[in-house]
């Protein structure tokens, strides 16, 4: 079921503002997106309750707090029953190396990005905690070389 929200222009330019610098005071919030203070204020909390708007968050440096590797894991669940499947979905959101999962169509049944130091940083999340969840049957690690792009902003 889509719970899709109609947005007009203003709208539309005060969520491209917020994704690129969501710090923005009210004032230059308006000012860049041609409109009142007072209405940016208001769009603004009813973008926020309509679920358009969800927290604000500061982006790390990975670099800065070393934890430089970007690993892609596939993931093939032993049972794609719920009682097999809930438990490993909650250990992933247990796990903060686990930065995104996605359950997946095709061959593997979920995709995970996993941020680490190290390649032995790595080698022991793989083989001494993921390998070791009893749901899990089979798994692939692809290591990313290099970010040719990545932005957390969704086109409006």
């Not at 590797?69 to 909650?90: L, Q, T, Y």
């Not at 686990?98 to 940083?121: K, N, T």
Request: charged share 25%; hydrophobic share 45%; net charge negative.
């Amino acid at each position: 079921m889509s719970k899709q929200i109609s947005l007009d222009p203003v709208d539309r330019r005060i969520v491209e503002q917020l994704q690129v610098d969501a710090a923005l005071s009210n004032a230059d919030l308006a000012e860049r997106v041609g409109s009142s203070p007072a209405s940016v204020w208001r769009r603004v909390r009813s973008l926020e309750a309509a679920g358009v708007l969800g927290p604000t968050v500061r982006l790390v440096d990975p670099e800065a707090v070393g934890r430089s590797v970007n690993v892609f894991c596939n993931v093939r669940v032993s049972s794609h029953a719920r009682e097999v499947r809930g438990p490993f979905e909650d250990f992933v959101r247990s796990r903060r190396e686990i930065v995104e999962c996605h359950s997946m169509s095709g061959e593997w049944d979920y995709l995970l990005r996993v941020v680490v130091a190290d390649v032995a940083d790595y080698e022991h999340f793989l083989m001494r905690v993921l390998l070791d969840h009893p749901a899990v049957g089979g798994a692939a690690s692809h290591f990313a070389l290099s970010q040719t792009k990545y932005t957390t902003a969704l086109p409006v």
